[in-house]
């Protein structure tokens, strides 16, 4: 049995599908699920900056368990907020393909351009018009009553 070559982001870019299943597998201790390549190194990266960076941070960890403790509870009342700051990732999937935004000071980044807006962005996605921030999963749909 010969020694697992040492995995950073280089060499994770070049992992083929199989590769990144079996890695993914490896750091998760579960398996792959069925996300686009680009996704999974995505979430294997995460994984390899957590390990050398560190985790979430403390704020992060309280609203993730606000949003824990409330879908807990069944309380459908008005979602939490959600501040965008500049360098936040956005990543979405769409029909297996997987879609990066960075938000900036004065609007986004995608597909090396910058945007005004993320409803412009899904609607280049797309090809149909979304509401941006639900296309993203920012905000809930809202249900007809």
């Known amino acids: 049995m010969g020694r697992q070559r040492y995995l950073n982001l280089a060499r994770l870019a070049k992992l083929p599908g199989e590769e990144l299943k079996a890695e993914w597998a490896r750091r998760y201790s579960a398996p792959a699920p069925g996300l686009s390549p680009d996704l999974l190194r995505l979430g294997i990266g995460?994984?390899?900056?957590?390990?050398?960076?560190?985790?979430?941070?403390?704020?992060?960890?309280?609203?993730?368990?606000?949003?824990?403790?409330?879908?807990?509870?069944?309380?459908?009342?008005?979602?939490?907020?959600?501040?965008?700051?500049?360098?936040?990732?956005?990543?979405?999937?769409?029909?297996?393909?997987?879609?990066?935004?960075?938000?900036?000071?004065?609007?986004?980044?995608?597909?090396?351009?910058?945007?005004?807006s993320l409803t412009a962005i899904a609607k280049a996605i797309t090809g149909t018009p979304w509401n941006g921030p639900l296309f993203f999963g920012l905000t809930a749909r809202k249900k007809k009553a």
Do not use: M, N
């Open 46 to 116: 995460y994984k390899l900056q957590e390990v050398k960076l560190g985790g979430v941070s403390r704020g992060t960890r309280t609203l993730l368990r606000q949003v824990a403790a409330r879908a807990g509870e069944g309380e459908k009342g008005k979602p939490l907020p959600r501040k965008l700051t500049p360098g936040t990732r956005l990543v979405r999937d769409w029909r297996g393909v997987g879609h990066t935004v960075i938000v900036l000071e004065d609007g986004f980044e995608y597909d090396g351009k910058h945007w005004k």
